[in-house]
């Protein structure tokens, strides 16, 4: 692999297909030239990665990662993480597949990151909401799961479950990866409290999510039970100095 950029943007995909070549076709549009991009995509029996492959014909910026099965958000990006290390990038992004996330803040992104470790699109800061199309119902749910998070763990974030973000490399090196196992909302929630508890600075910008308009949410029950338990393990352990 012939790194072109010191930026990483990761993009976990399972049954994207509907989406994926129309985000990779801005994303490369408008940072083809400075920005590398790591689908991870687990087996979508959509033909998600096919499209990704076609795709790298004619974008040098594109990678694609295959696994054999559906493994899981927080894997994915664990399995990014250590691609980027291992190849020596500077930024690393967290984005989603299904256009929720706006390409055009990945600039606000990387302008933001002098003297930050970890950067957080946020779509709750300074007790506004950000969200459109989701039903009332979830977005109770997600904004509640945040006030929770922060009650219980005391980290200073508004939008600790939120998917897009960026890491400077020096953060992930600092982590030992091995130890995380959480996904889907819980992974988002454990990333940011040992960024946190490292001492590491953490901050947030305001962005506004869109929902998914084809193509279905991966969120699952078992994602929010997940959530509910994941802060009191993550504050126990703390206190007993075992993070």
Not at 38 to 60: F, M, R, W
Not at 119 to 129: A, C, D, E, H, P
Request: net charge positive.
């Amino acid at each position: 692999m012939t790194k072109s950029s010191q930026t990483l943007i990761i993009i976990p995909t399972f049954n994207e297909a509907e989406n994926i070549g129309r985000l990779l076709g801005e994303l490369a549009s408008r940072y083809s030239s400075h920005i590398d991009i790591l689908v991870i995509d687990d087996n979508s029996p959509d033909g998600t990665a096919a499209i990704v492959s076609a795709l790298q014909e004619s974008t040098k910026s594109l990678y694609l990662l295959s696994r054999e099965s559906k493994m899981g958000l927080g894997t994915a990006y664990i399995t990014g993480f250590r691609y980027a290390l291992q190849n020596g990038y500077r930024f690393i992004i967290e984005m989603d597949a299904d256009y929720s996330h706006d390409p055009a803040v990945v600039n606000t992104f990387l302008s933001s990151m002098r003297g930050v470790d970890l950067l957080i699109g946020s779509r709750y800061m300074n007790n506004t909401v950000n969200v459109v199309n989701w039903p009332l119902g979830r977005l109770i749910l997600s904004k509640m799961a945040c006030i929770y998070t922060r009650f219980v763990t005391g980290m200073p974030v508004d939008d600790p479950t939120s998917g897009f973000k960026c890491f400077n490399a020096d953060v992930l090196r600092a982590l030992d990866l091995e130890r995380i196992n959480s996904q889907g909302y819980s992974f988002q929630i454990e990333m940011n409290y040992r960024v946190w508890k490292k001492g590491f600075i953490i901050r947030e910008i305001p962005i506004v999510f869109v929902d998914r308009s084809v193509g279905r949410s991966k969120m699952s029950r078992k994602n929010v039970r997940e959530a509910i338990w994941i802060v009191w393990w993550l504050t126990i352990k703390s206190l007993f100095g075992v993070l």
